[in-house]
């Protein structure tokens, strides 16, 4: 049998009866040592009329080099695996323990306290209760994962979104075991999820988005609401409909990053939850700056700034923050008597305007700062009114269709 049988098909074939869970095994054991083989340092040379065994080097760190043989490759592979799981402390590393130091290293490399919180909640609510969590990592393949991954959607009905964001944790933790060399093949590449995601219908545009005529109405309220205060505010909700920025990013804008007819965003605000403050930090969401096209109706909006503060929208001095803005959008909805749609939902709106106007979609994830189309598409909606698209529709289904 053969190492690289897919988990989908080993699965197939113990329920067929054609394998048993000690080829199973086997054929796992083939895939370390054909991994092993890739990374171990020295030559491994073959038994030959002058030496009967196969024979390689072995160096754990600070040690002197040792020989091993084998009487087979086979043989001499094994002994090999078993060599760098102890020099790596298989032996102890639980599953849990695991955990706990990648989280460290998280630490090290992110400036979000709400990311690592949200690991956290994650494990404890999906791994934490697995058998994995105190399984040692030697015990813990491709078969045990896959078993236990489909427990956790099928138990906690996940939708696929769900899932990939509670994957992300095995993800990072297998990625970190490999570059440690923990583990010298990764369970994680090969598990298939074939049970069913619960389904989730698309909200529909209505709510995700602020149409034509709601727009109109919105705008007719910040502009008003500015000539009577001079309070940025209006003008920084006004102008994201013209940016669609996360509204971290709207918040940490200074004047230096308009260029032209772009705007370079390069920075954000983050929250500390747990000290319950915010600050900004010199990167987005996704590490990556970008240039935002800047319309002439925003750039018009940007003339009404003060360009020698030190950022674009501050009140009495002081940088405005995200939640300034999302209070801004709950008191129109509460004098208007209608539900209030979130800050997120003007990026929504940018990003379906852009769609109706013809803009290509991929134009629109960069605009975005997406980094896969799938959730730029997962943003698009239709922002028109019932009458426009009605009148879109007739018109593309009128004299010239045949009928």
């Not at 583990?183 to 034509?212: E, H």
């Not at 971290?248 to 772009?262: F, R, S, T």
């Not at 305007?353 to 700062?369: F, S």
Request: aromatic share 10%; hydrophobic share 35%.
């Amino acid at each position: 049998m053969k190492s690289n049988v897919s988990m989908q098909q080993l699965q197939e074939l113990l329920q067929c009866g054609i394998l048993d869970t000690c080829n199973v095994r086997d054929i796992i054991m083939a895939s370390r040592r054909t991994n092993i083989k890739k990374l171990h340092a020295y030559s491994i040379t073959p038994a030959n009329a002058h030496n009967k065994y196969w024979t390689t080097y072995f160096k754990n760190g600070n040690e002197a080099r040792k020989l091993i043989r084998g009487k087979t490759e086979e043989e001499l592979l094994d002994k090999l695996v078993k060599l760098y799981e102890e020099s790596a402390n298989l032996d102890n590393l639980t599953f849990n323990r695991l955990f706990d130091e990648w989280l460290e290293y998280k630490k090290a490399i992110t400036n979000s306290t709400n990311t690592i919180k949200r690991h956290r909640q994650h494990y404890a609510k999906y791994f934490e209760p697995s058998k994995m969590h105190c399984m040692k990592l030697s015990e813990i393949d491709t078969f045990v994962l896959e078993m236990e991954c489909k427990r956790i959607v099928k138990e906690f009905n996940l939708t696929r979104k769900a899932w990939v964001n509670a994957k992300t944790i095995l993800i990072g933790m297998f990625d970190y075991a490999k570059r440690k060399k923990y583990i010298f093949d990764n369970p994680l590449s090969d598990v298939k999820i074939t049970v069913r995601y619960k389904q989730v219908v698309k909200k529909s545009g209505n709510t995700q988005t602020y149409n034509t005529d709601e727009l109109e109405v919105l705008n007719h309220y910040l502009d008003t609401m500015y000539q009577e205060s001079n309070d940025s505010v209006y003008i920084a909700v006004r102008l994201n409909f013209f940016l669609g920025l996360r509204v971290g990013e709207l918040v940490a804008l200074k004047p230096e990053d308009i260029m032209g007819n772009q705007l370079h965003v390069v920075r954000e605000e983050v929250r500390d939850q747990e000290a319950n403050r915010t600050y900004v930090v010199e990167h987005t969401k996704t590490n990556r700056d970008r240039f935002v096209v800047l319309v002439p109706q925003a750039k018009k909006l940007l003339e009404k700034l003060d360009m020698h503060s030190t950022y674009l929208f501050e009140r009495d001095g002081e940088r405005l923050t995200a939640r300034q803005i999302a209070y801004v959008l709950e008191k129109y909805a509460e004098r208007q008597g209608v539900g209030t749609k979130s800050t997120h939902k003007m990026r929504k709106t940018y990003a379906s305007r852009l769609n109706a106007a013809g803009v290509p979609i991929d134009a629109i994830r960069e605009q975005l700062g997406h980094s896969e189309l799938s959730t730029t598409l997962s943003y698009i909606y239709n922002p028109l009114t019932e009458d426009a698209t009605y009148s879109l529709i007739s018109n593309a289904l009128g004299d010239k269709m045949p009928v």
